[in-house]
């Protein structure tokens, strides 16, 4: 599978970005998709996972209600819609294939480039 990240930015606490995630080698509309992010000294951790019609969602507490994820299977492509940014959700944000409600990447340390988000204070 190749994922290819892009929407990142810089931006103030407070606003907003749209990430995009294109997906190729696999049948995406039958797989479910994750975000991630990576922060600077920081683990790797879930953010956000989508099934294979975003009919089922989940999200890290912490952007619970500020972020959105959504895909369109046309385009094998998944989105991350981020509100009222903050300075902790800095960090480099990846995609990749997740199982049916899981956190985790199922092709390991298959992550592509990432996107950078920086939010200052």
């Known amino acids: 599978v190749q994922l290819q990240a892009s929407g990142g930015g810089a931006v103030q606490a407070g606003g907003s970005l749209r990430l995009s995630c294109v997906v190729s080698?696999?049948?995406?509309?039958?797989?479910?998709m994750g975000w991630f992010r990576q922060a600077p000294g920081k683990e790797r951790e879930f953010v956000a996972g989508?099934?294979?019609?975003?009919?089922?969602?989940n999200y890290l507490n912490s952007v619970t209600g500020r972020f959105t994820v959504s895909r369109d299977n046309a385009k094998s492509t998944v989105y991350l819609q981020m509100n009222d940014l903050k300075p902790e959700d800095t960090g480099i944000y990846y995609c990749?294939?997740?199982?049916?409600?899981?956190?985790?990447?199922?092709?390991?340390?298959?992550w592509g480039p990432g996107t950078q988000v920086t939010v200052s204070s």
């Open positions: 989508c099934s294979w019609n975003c009919g089922t969602k």
């Open positions: 080698g696999r049948t995406f509309s039958n797989i479910a």
């Open positions: 990749a294939e997740v199982g049916y409600g899981q956190r985790e990447n199922l092709h390991g340390e298959n």
